[in-house]
């Protein structure tokens, strides 16, 4: 357990269904096991390379923070952190930024993938050119490993759970999720529609999902169709920053202010007010900056051959503590960590 | 100017009354019909004229519009203003507008001299322009209509609807007028929207009234209405200066009338001394000179046959006939249809009924580049937006419907364009800089000149003009007939539209004219004179026709 | 003064001059449009000089491949909108075409079919959304701005209904490879050599067939050219298909390049191409376009892009550059234009106070 805890996080308070428990328990016995090898594996994360951070365009602000971490983790280890990416969501987007790291020599690509497939063909030429290519965020279906935020099954039943417990097992909701073909979105959504199949919820009903395209206006318009058309919606789940801000933001000044349960993935810093007045009590995140400081480690010692990598292996992230290599739905991965829920109570301690 | 009230040519500022003994001192000296304007004459000459127009001249160019002509108009009468198309009438109400500034002459309202920098400036003086399309705010009332820019305000700037209708209904009921202040502008007649110009200006005050072809667009019955409230507002004191080609409404309305040519004045005189034959001899009267070649047409087979050529609200009934060597003018005034003839011909516009052959080929409708297959040159009214790309070169304005001929093995080759159209541009005697400077670098008879160019260039058996010398200048137009009578001389079928007499009788072997969209009557060059032409062309009783 | 009278009567009187108050033969010779080209070869040049000096690797051999990578499908889709712009209408909707064409092929080819026909049907689609705007545009007189808006929408609709929210891909991967490897022997990307194909026929076509000569005329002044004979909705009609066809056929490439087809796939970067067209020197109001404006005007687009992003520009500051650089493309034309109108403005009004 002690693996989890981080500067920025605790764990204190979470409590996470069975599920949740075993995964854990899984990562820290991997973790234990491994122990030798981290003195071995440090020393030899090689200095003076370059890594591209490529995010899904330069100004998502939880991508920033992602970045800042991938730099205080790559300044630590004596590498250069450059980041390049489009305006626009789309891989097109994207894909001059990856040419250059293939031109310019990158030892390693931490990229969060606009689109699983479009990249495919720059990524694996990057890879055949012996650049690590690490994605983070969204994933995309050819990379050497990906850094999971959270277990996408514990985010989606965690969402499910946090939304029933608020309304009381009963009633209609929706879900409003960012693009249509994110596929991190779609993973989650898929693991609710598990969760909700446990009798527990019997009297739930998930009436459809809304996309809001991660943009604040569309999600706002979204948002406020969804409560016209379903006059008896009793909770919303938004499993993206912008829609859950966006969401919060309707609702705050609408007549369904604490009548509508509202939950998700969110900032801090742009839930904090929501917290406050009343319009969210609960809702979910992992910290970005770990998340981006992970990646950092992980590209490195894929780069400096540290790590193959494979299933089992193991890495040192620095103050994070070491992870391993475990199997994932399209890939090798390595997971973050459970999300952590925010409340009133300790928002006020996250500046992100 | 300092002293509005000081006349510049009389410093003793006694200038009131002095105008109708100028006038006639200062008649254009080579017109001997201009003695004097006939004020006293028609019992008007004890007051002072309202309006005094004094040797108002002004060019566009090298096209002079009006060439020193004095006006003057009294209060309580009715002038005609007549002349030939071009002859400066609208000229002359542009200026009265303030549209135009001339450039030399002086113009009194009360005797005291006024310069309209602007139209607002003018209206403000009192003088109200009807145009024969009024321009309402469609989506106001009338009486806001009425009332616009000069509304009745209650306190806080308010617009005092409620006084603006009552003073609208007052207005009304003086003139004899049955219409709601209320409806809206938008779907009222042309008439109608008139009627609501004239209560414009008569709530406005104004005391000259002109009238630019008002009865264009009415029927018999609200030409009858409007010459009502005309007579109306004379009897209350408003001059009024009433433009029409409608010699028998002019003859009905007015007191006295003036007759403009070529932008001079030719004649000023009360009604009584005038009957119809001097007035269209007044009109037309110009000797036609060298301007036109000594042509003898020797006609062959017909190469346009027009059968019952129908467009809906344009013209009706169309039957004519060209044929090869033979030069036919349209004839008729302006809105009676001949454009509309010709472009139906030509195919820009469909025909709604009737037939069209060429050689004995019948042209589908609406399919310009059939009709210019089959022969058909069309060089239109509109030179500088139909008949000219002014931005595109000379030499591709030549070739532009030749461009099939120019292509070898569909490619344009380098210089063909200009090797194609050097020819004609020679042949044409046009006055250019260079071959690839744009067609606006030319003056407006050349350009016309680049239109007869490209056309001929095909080698037409059919040749449309409309108005061929139309703003051009005399000498271009002298060798543009000569073109014409030497095509015709080849064998060319030539139909012509031109709203100048002198040009219709002097190029043309028959004559077909048109009058509300009706053919009014044919005539033969021989048997036919301007009057008799002018007549057909106004919708009075043909004498002949074959 | 009267000089037309003294022109016409005068048998050996002077040429009309042209009306340019600079009084320059030269400038008049050369034209306003060779006079854009010249800059944006000198702009190119620049264009260069910069991309050397802010990254090393730009003169690199291999950057051109990525240079050209980037641009290859929106210089395509520039050359048919050039001639439609040059008729005096515009066509927005070439990037939703891209995207519904490569659905569609992706479509077809996920159902089993072979990837040659898939391509062929993408293609003819192409033709079919060019005539439906060609169809709104010419026939029923639409403007063709707000119609191809409205289609820019409506084809990515029909995209999203096809795949709603899944890519497709699996091409071939000899197919695929054409986004990572240039044509053999050379640096070439593929996209760029078809470029170059279709740019040399559209000059021909342009600038060398009474087509050409009937395109510019529609621009200049769609009624006198009508009054000419020139079958301006037929052309128009024309131009809008191939644009489709184009369109169409950039979604192939694109789609394998990218080794999938998904119905967002170019959303927004039909101003990538509407950019390249008018940098090229095209008048938005028509009758004035050149395909070497289209291939100086695309080349400067990618480099610039290649050289920013080489030297780790913000995507955002690029944006800020290729702006100003449209912006720049309308404003000096036209500040050039109301120099030439005040001068003769001037002239006019000496003239006349003579």
């Given at each position: 357990?002690?693996?989890?805890?981080?500067?920025?996080?605790?764990?204190?308070?979470?409590?996470?269904?069975?599920?949740?428990?075993?995964?854990?328990?899984?990562?820290?016995?991997?973790?234990?096991?491994?122990?030798?090898?981290?003195?071995?594996?440090?020393?030899?994360?090689?200095?003076?390379?370059?890594?591209?951070?490529?995010?899904?365009d330069?100004?998502?602000?939880?991508?920033?923070?992602?970045?800042?971490?991938?730099?205080?983790?790559?300044?630590?280890?004596g590498?250069?952190?450059?980041?390049s990416?489009?305006?626009?969501?789309?891989?097109?987007?994207?894909?001059?930024?990856?040419?250059?790291?293939?031109?310019?020599?990158?030892?390693?690509i931490?990229?969060?993938?606009?689109?699983?497939?479009?990249?495919?063909?720059?990524?694996?030429?990057?890879?055949?050119?012996?650049?690590?290519?690490?994605?983070?965020?969204?994933?995309?279906?050819?990379?050497?490993l990906?850094?999971?935020?959270?277990?996408?099954?514990?985010?989606?039943?965690?969402?499910?759970?946090?939304?029933?417990?608020?309304m009381?097992?009963?009633?209609?909701?929706?879900?409003?999720?960012?693009?249509?073909?994110?596929?991190?979105?779609?993973?989650?959504?898929?693991?609710?529609?598990?969760?909700?199949?446990?009798?527990?919820?019997?009297?739930?009903?998930?009436?459809?999902?809304?996309?809001?395209?991660?943009?604040?206006?569309?999600?706002?318009?979204?948002?406020?169709?969804?409560?016209?058309?379903?006059?008896?919606?009793?909770?919303?789940?938004?499993?993206?920053?912008?829609?859950?801000?966006?969401?919060?933001?309707?609702?705050?000044?609408?007549?369904?202010?604490?009548?509508?349960?509202?939950?998700?993935?969110?900032?801090?810093s742009?839930?904090?007010?929501?917290?406050?007045?009343?319009?969210?009590?609960?809702?979910?995140?992992?910290?970005?900056?770990?998340?981006?400081?992970l990646a950092?480690?992980?590209?490195?010692?894929?780069?400096?051959?540290?790590?193959?990598?494979?299933?089992?292996?193991?890495?040192?992230?620095?103050?994070?503590?070491?992870?391993?290599?475990?199997?994932?739905?399209?890939?090798?991965?390595?997971v973050?960590?459970?999300?952590?829920?925010?409340?009133?109570?300790?928002?006020?301690?996250?500046?992100? | 100017?300092?002293?509005?009230?000081?006349?510049?040519?009389?410093?003793?500022?006694s200038?009131?009354?002095?105008?109708?003994?100028?006038?006639?001192?200062?008649?254009v000296?080579?017109?001997?019909?201009?003695?004097?304007?006939?004020?006293?004459?028609?019992?008007?000459?004890?007051?002072?004229?309202?309006?005094?127009?004094?040797?108002a001249?002004?060019?566009?160019?090298?096209?002079?519009?009006?060439?020193?002509?004095?006006?003057?108009?009294?209060?309580?009468?009715?002038?005609?203003?007549?002349?030939?198309?071009?002859?400066g009438?609208?000229?002359?109400?542009k200026?009265?507008a303030?549209?135009?500034?001339?450039?030399?002459?002086?113009?009194?309202?009360?005797?005291?001299?006024?310069?309209?920098?602007?139209?607002?400036?003018?209206?403000?003086a009192?003088?109200?322009?009807?145009?024969?399309?009024?321009?309402?705010?469609?989506?106001l009332?009338?009486?806001?209509?009425?009332?616009?820019?000069?509304?009745p305000?209650?306190?806080?700037r308010?617009?005092?609807?409620?006084?603006?209708?009552?003073?609208?209904?007052?207005?009304?009921?003086?003139?004899?007028?049955?219409?709601?202040?209320?409806?809206?502008?938008?779907?009222?007649?042309?008439?109608?929207?008139?009627?609501?110009?004239?209560?414009?200006?008569?709530?406005?005050?104004?005391?000259?009234?002109?009238?630019?072809?008002?009865?264009a667009a009415?029927?018999a019955?609200?030409?009858?209405?409007?010459?009502?409230?005309?007579?109306?507002?004379?009897?209350?004191?408003?001059?009024?200066?009433?433009?029409?080609?409608?010699?028998?409404?002019?003859?009905?309305?007015?007191?006295?009338i003036?007759?403009?040519?070529?932008?001079?004045?030719?004649?000023?005189?009360?009604?009584?001394?005038?009957?119809?034959?001097?007035?269209?001899?007044a009109?037309?009267?110009?000797?036609?000179?060298?301007?036109?070649?000594?042509?003898?047409?020797?006609?062959?087979?017909?190469?346009?046959?027009?059968?019952?050529?129908?467009?809906?609200?344009?013209?009706?009934?169309?039957?004519?006939?060209?044929?090869?060597?033979?030069?036919?003018?349209?004839?008729?005034?302006?809105?009676?249809?001949?454009?509309?003839v010709v472009?139906?011909?030509?195919?820009?516009?469909?025909?709604?009924?009737?037939?069209?052959?060429?050689?004995?080929?019948?042209?589908?409708?609406?399919?310009?580049?059939?009709?210019?297959?089959?022969?058909?040159?069309?060089?239109?009214?509109?030179?500088?937006?139909?008949?000219?790309?002014?931005?595109?070169?000379?030499?591709r304005?030549?070739?532009?419907?030749?461009?099939?001929?120019v292509?070898?093995?569909?490619?344009?080759?380098?210089?063909?364009?200009?090797?194609?159209?050097?020819?004609?541009?020679?042949?044409?005697?046009?006055?250019?800089?260079?071959?690839?400077?744009?067609?606006?670098?030319?003056?407006?008879?050349?350009?016309?000149?680049?239109?007869?160019?490209?056309?001929?260039?095909?080698?037409?058996?059919?040749?449309?003009?409309?108005?061929?010398?139309?703003?051009?200048?005399?000498?271009?137009?002298?060798e543009?007939?000569?073109?014409?009578?030497?095509?015709?001389?080849?064998?060319?079928?030539?139909?012509?539209?031109?709203?100048?007499?002198?040009?219709?009788?002097?190029?043309?072997?028959?004559?077909?004219?048109?009058?509300e969209?009706r053919?009014?009557?044919?005539?033969?060059?021989?048997?036919v004179?301007?009057?008799?032409?002018?007549?057909?062309?106004?919708?009075?009783?043909?004498?002949?026709?074959? | 003064?009267?000089?037309?009278?003294?022109?016409?009567?005068?048998?050996?009187?002077?040429?009309?001059?042209?009306?340019?108050?600079?009084?320059?033969?030269?400038?008049?010779?050369?034209?306003?449009?060779?006079?854009?080209?010249?800059?944006?070869?000198?702009?190119?040049?620049?264009?260069?000089?910069m991309?050397?000096?802010?990254?090393?690797?730009?003169?690199?051999?291999?950057?051109?491949?990525?240079?050209?990578?980037?641009?290859?499908?929106?210089?395509?889709?520039?050359?048919?909108?050039?001639?439609?712009?040059?008729?005096?209408?515009?066509?927005?909707?070439?990037?939703?075409?891209?995207?519904?064409?490569?659905?569609?092929?992706?479509?077809?080819?996920?159902h089993?079919?072979?990837?040659?026909?898939?391509?062929?049907?993408?293609?003819c689609?192409?033709?079919?959304?060019?005539a439906?705007n060609?169809?709104?545009?010419?026939?029923?007189?639409?403007?063709?701005?707000?119609?191809?808006?409205?289609?820019?929408?409506?084809?990515?609709?029909?995209?999203?209904?096809?795949?709603?929210?899944?890519?497709?891909?699996g091409?071939?991967?000899?197919?695929t490879?054409?986004?990572l490897?240039?044509i053999?022997?050379?640096?070439?990307?593929?996209?760029?050599?078809?470029?170059?194909?279709?740019a040399?026929?559209?000059?021909?076509?342009?600038?060398?067939?009474?087509?050409?000569?009937?395109i510019?005329?529609?621009?200049?002044?769609?009624?006198?050219?009508?009054?000419?004979?020139?079958?301006?909705?037929?052309?128009?009609?024309?131009?809008?298909?191939?644009?489709?066809?184009?369109?169409?056929?950039?979604?192939?490439?694109?789609?394998?390049?990218?080794?999938?087809?998904?119905?967002?796939?170019?959303?927004?970067?039909?101003?990538?191409?509407?950019v390249?067209?008018?940098?090229?020197?095209?008048?938005?109001?028509?009758?004035?376009?050149?395909?070497?404006?289209?291939v100086?005007?695309?080349?400067i687009?990618?480099?610039v892009?290649?050289?920013?992003?080489?030297?780790?520009?913000?995507?955002?500051?690029?944006?800020?550059?290729?702006?100003?650089?449209?912006?720049?493309?309308?404003?000096?034309?036209?500040?050039?234009?109301?120099?030439?109108?005040?001068?003769?403005?001037?002239?006019?009004?000496?003239?006349?106070?003579?």
């Amino acid at each position: 357990m002690k693996r989890l805890r981080t500067g920025h996080l605790r764990v204190g308070g979470f409590a996470t269904l069975a599920v949740a428990a075993v995964m854990v328990a899984v990562l820290a016995s991997a973790g234990a096991a491994t122990g030798s090898t981290n003195r071995v594996n440090s020393p030899s994360l090689t200095k003076g390379q370059t890594v591209y951070f490529i995010p899904k365009d330069t100004v998502n602000p939880y991508e920033v923070i992602a970045d800042q971490g991938g730099k205080i983790s790559l300044t630590a280890i004596g590498d250069k952190q450059v980041v390049s990416s489009g305006t626009s969501d789309t891989a097109a987007a994207q894909e001059p930024s990856i040419q250059t790291a293939i031109e310019t020599g990158a030892a390693g690509i931490v990229i969060a993938g606009n689109d699983p497939a479009a990249l495919c063909p720059e990524l694996n030429q990057a890879m055949a050119k012996k650049i690590a290519v690490v994605t983070f965020d969204s994933d995309t279906n050819c990379r050497q490993l990906f850094i999971n935020q959270a277990n996408t099954q514990q985010i989606g039943e965690s969402e499910v759970q946090i939304l029933g417990k608020e309304m009381g097992y009963k009633g209609q909701f929706a879900i409003l999720s960012a693009e249509s073909t994110a596929t991190n979105q779609n993973a989650w959504i898929a693991w609710m529609k598990v969760e909700m199949k446990k009798p527990l919820y019997k009297n739930m009903q998930l009436v459809k999902v809304y996309y809001g395209n991660d943009d604040p206006a569309t999600s706002l318009q979204v948002t406020e169709s969804m409560l016209q058309a379903y006059p008896n919606l009793k909770g919303i789940i938004a499993p993206t920053t912008v829609g859950i801000s966006s969401a919060a933001q309707y609702l705050a000044h609408s007549k369904y202010k604490g009548k509508v349960i509202l939950t998700g993935l969110g900032l801090p810093s742009q839930m904090k007010e929501y917290l406050y007045d009343g319009t969210v009590a609960e809702f979910e995140l992992w910290n970005p900056r770990n998340l981006g400081y992970l990646a950092g480690y992980a590209v490195a010692a894929i780069a400096s051959h540290v790590i193959t990598p494979k299933v089992g292996q193991t890495f040192r992230a620095g103050n994070l503590g070491t992870y391993t290599i475990i199997k994932g739905v399209g890939g090798l991965q390595v997971v973050l960590g459970p999300p952590f829920v925010f409340t009133k109570a300790n928002v006020g301690q996250f500046n992100f | 100017m300092t002293d509005g009230d000081t006349h510049p040519d009389d410093p003793t500022g006694s200038y009131q009354g002095a105008a109708p003994q100028r006038e006639g001192g200062q008649s254009v000296g080579d017109v001997q019909t201009v003695a004097a304007d006939g004020a006293s004459a028609s019992g008007l000459g004890s007051q002072e004229p309202v309006l005094v127009l004094e040797h108002a001249s002004k060019s566009f160019g090298a096209l002079r519009a009006l060439q020193d002509v004095s006006l003057s108009l009294y209060a309580g009468e009715v002038q005609g203003l007549v002349g030939e198309n071009g002859a400066g009438k609208s000229t002359l109400v542009k200026i009265l507008a303030g549209a135009y500034r001339f450039e030399s002459g002086h113009l009194f309202l009360d005797g005291e001299e006024k310069v309209f920098e602007t139209t607002a400036q003018s209206r403000a003086a009192g003088i109200a322009i009807i145009f024969q399309e009024p321009l309402l705010f469609p989506d106001l009332s009338v009486a806001e209509n009425i009332f616009m820019c000069r509304q009745p305000l209650r306190s806080g700037r308010r617009v005092d609807v409620r006084r603006m209708r009552r003073e609208a209904l007052a207005l009304f009921e003086s003139l004899g007028v049955t219409l709601s202040p209320d409806r809206l502008a938008e779907g009222l007649s042309i008439a109608d929207q008139q009627l609501v110009e004239i209560v414009k200006a008569v709530a406005a005050d104004a005391r000259v009234m002109v009238m630019d072809e008002p009865t264009a667009a009415l029927t018999a019955t609200e030409v009858e209405r409007l010459f009502k409230i005309v007579n109306m507002l004379r009897d209350k004191g408003t001059a009024v200066l009433f433009i029409s080609h409608r010699m028998d409404e002019v003859f009905a309305l007015c007191q006295r009338i003036t007759v403009l040519r070529d932008g001079r004045l030719i004649v000023t005189k009360p009604m009584a001394e005038m009957d119809e034959a001097s007035v269209i001899q007044a009109m037309v009267g110009r000797d036609l000179g060298t301007l036109f070649p000594e042509r003898t047409a020797s006609t062959g087979d017909v190469v346009l046959k027009v059968e019952h050529l129908t467009s809906l609200g344009a013209f009706t009934d169309i039957s004519f006939e060209v044929r090869s060597g033979e030069i036919v003018a349209l004839a008729g005034l302006a809105g009676a249809g001949r454009s509309e003839v010709v472009r139906s011909i030509f195919g820009i516009d469909r025909r709604d009924a009737g037939r069209v052959e060429v050689n004995g080929r019948e042209l589908p409708s609406g399919v310009p580049s059939a009709a210019m297959e089959a022969g058909i040159g069309f060089v239109p009214e509109d030179r500088r937006q139909q008949g000219v790309l002014m931005n595109l070169s000379i030499e591709r304005n030549i070739a532009l419907p030749s461009l099939s001929q120019v292509a070898a093995h569909h490619l344009v080759p380098r210089g063909s364009e200009k090797r194609f159209a050097a020819d004609w541009v020679s042949r044409l005697r046009l006055k250019y800089g260079r071959m690839n400077h744009p067609v606006a670098t030319l003056s407006g008879g050349n350009q016309q000149k680049v239109v007869l160019a490209k056309w001929l260039a095909r080698h037409p058996s059919l040749l449309i003009v409309d108005e061929p010398t139309h703003g051009i200048d005399i000498g271009t137009k002298a060798e543009v007939h000569r073109l014409l009578a030497e095509l015709a001389a080849q064998g060319v079928a030539i139909l012509m539209i031109s709203s100048e007499m002198p040009e219709v009788l002097g190029m043309a072997d028959r004559i077909v004219v048109l009058f509300e969209g009706r053919i009014s009557g044919v005539f033969s060059r021989e048997e036919v004179d301007q009057e008799v032409l002018m007549r057909a062309a106004s919708g009075l009783a043909n004498r002949a026709a074959s | 003064m009267s000089s037309d009278v003294q022109t016409a009567t005068g048998g050996t009187s002077q040429p009309d001059m042209p009306l340019d108050p600079g009084g320059g033969g030269l400038r008049a010779r050369l034209g306003p449009l060779m006079r854009w080209e010249s800059g944006l070869v000198v702009l190119l040049l620049a264009t260069v000089l910069m991309g050397s000096q802010l990254s090393s690797m730009f003169l690199e051999s291999g950057n051109f491949f990525y240079i050209g990578i980037n641009v290859g499908e929106f210089a395509i889709m520039a050359l048919p909108l050039m001639l439609i712009v040059v008729t005096g209408e515009i066509d927005l909707s070439v990037t939703s075409q891209l995207e519904l064409s490569g659905v569609v092929m992706g479509y077809l080819f996920a159902h089993g079919w072979p990837i040659a026909a898939a391509m062929v049907v993408a293609v003819c689609l192409g033709a079919v959304t060019g005539a439906f705007n060609g169809f709104l545009v010419t026939r029923l007189g639409l403007p063709s701005m707000i119609v191809t808006i409205g289609t820019l929408t409506l084809y990515e609709g029909i995209a999203q209904v096809i795949l709603p929210n899944t890519a497709v891909g699996g091409f071939p991967a000899g197919l695929t490879k054409i986004g990572l490897v240039p044509i053999p022997h050379t640096e070439i990307p593929y996209s760029i050599g078809f470029f170059i194909i279709f740019a040399v026929i559209t000059a021909v076509v342009l600038h060398k067939t009474p087509l050409g000569r009937s395109i510019y005329a529609i621009g200049t002044n769609r009624e006198a050219a009508f009054f000419s004979g020139v079958h301006v909705k037929r052309i128009k009609m024309g131009l809008f298909i191939t644009s489709g066809i184009l369109s169409a056929f950039c979604g192939v490439l694109w789609s394998l390049r990218f080794a999938s087809a998904r119905y967002d796939m170019a959303t927004g970067l039909e101003l990538n191409v509407v950019v390249i067209v008018f940098f090229a020197g095209t008048a938005f109001s028509g009758g004035k376009g050149s395909v070497i404006g289209v291939v100086l005007a695309a080349a400067i687009f990618a480099g610039v892009q290649n050289a920013l992003t080489l030297d780790l520009v913000p995507a955002q500051n690029q944006n800020i550059v290729i702006g100003s650089l449209l912006i720049a493309s309308v404003l000096i034309p036209s500040v050039a234009d109301v120099y030439r109108r005040t001068g003769q403005r001037l002239q006019d009004l000496a003239r006349r106070r003579l």
